[in-house]
């Protein structure tokens, strides 16, 4: 039986038409491929930018991976969307959200010849240089691999997807998913920089030195480096807050302990998950902490955002 990708030559040796094939509830994802329409849809409506962007080159590697061949794994942006991790928006030349299409990236080790197919970046790899693991039946160059492979990303996207990859699933009253994994560690991604010749390199030293294993979001990763950018204090990172009696606060995006000084990054929520988010800031002003609220438009503003965290530590 065909799965809802499959190559056209397995569908041929089924004995199904090449009239059947150009049907129009079968999509041409890349040559030699079809998919079933629908497998792939996806609305702004449901997703944010980032999700959807996510979302596309996670279904176009699948797409693509029937073409995979020995020595062939996904590698770059595509290995980074399959990992799960963060990546900064694509946008188009007039500033609009690219939303699909988005590049396959395939790595090659050896002397094998790079795929040469529209929609697919080749690149070369070296044995010294990258490790792959195995994501749903096919190749994808490890975490740490990735991460170093992706020197060319803005300092701060960088250090969002090292987060990602490093982050540690700590135990606590405020934390999921407790003892999970984590996808890399710090020492792994020094040894991928160290390995061999690196795009980026200096870049991806500057970036590991900010890296930390607390992280639970990109936007908290550019909070917390734009305050550390701006010679502020390094806060704990998702710290569970408990009051004097030893009840449970919150858990904070950012915390200054001493100070009671909590940090939190609102994006887009739901109603359900706003009310509980006002819940939470009651409860920790309440017990006498200073919370700022850091939105999207202040988060844009880091002059603003600095100097309103800056004052809240002085004044305590």
């Known amino acids: ?122 690149h070369r790899a070296r044995i010294e240089t990258s490790t792959t693991r195995v994501i749903g039946g096919f190749d994808v160059a490890s975490p740490a691999t990735t991460w170093a492979s992706l020197g060319g990303l803005p300092l701060y996207d960088l250090v969002a997807l090292g987060d990602h990859l490093c982050r540690v699933w700590r135990e606590g009253v405020g934390r999921p998913d407790a003892g999970a994994p984590s996808l890399a560690t710090r020492d792994e991604l020094a040894a991928s920089i160290e390995a061999g010749r690196r795009v980026g390199i200096r870049r991806l030293r500057t970036a590991l030195e900010l890296v930390r294993e607390d992280s639970w979001s990109p936007r908290e990763t550019r909070v917390r480096c734009v305050l550390h950018d701006h010679g502020l204090p390094e806060p704990a990172l998702n710290l569970d807050v408990f009051d004097d009696d030893g009840r449970f606060l919150a858990c904070v995006d950012l915390a200054f302990s001493a100070q009671k000084v909590a940090v939190e990054y609102h994006g887009l929520i739901h109603s359900a998950r706003y009310a509980k988010d006002v819940e939470r800031m009651a409860r920790l002003r309440a017990a006498g902490w200073i919370v700022i609220e850091v939105t999207a438009a202040l988060l844009s503003d880091e002059h603003a955002l600095v100097a309103r965290v800056r004052a809240a530590l002085r004044s305590r």
């Open 1 to 122: 039986m065909l799965g809802d990708v499959f190559p056209i030559s397995d569908a041929s040796a089924l004995g199904i038409s090449a009239e059947r094939l150009r049907r129009r509830d079968l999509t041409r994802p890349f040559r030699g491929i079809r998919a079933r329409a629908g497998v792939r849809d996806h609305t702004l409506g449901d997703l944010d930018d980032f999700a959807v962007q996510a979302t596309e080159r996670t279904a176009r590697a699948h797409a693509y991976a029937p073409r995979l061949r020995e020595r062939q794994f996904f590698s770059h942006e595509t290995a980074a969307a399959l990992w799960g991790a963060p990546l900064p928006l694509v946008r188009d030349a007039d500033g609009n959200v690219v939303a699909s299409g988005l590049p396959v990236h395939v790595s090659v080790f050896g002397t094998m010849p790079l795929p040469r197919i529209e929609g697919v970046v080749g």
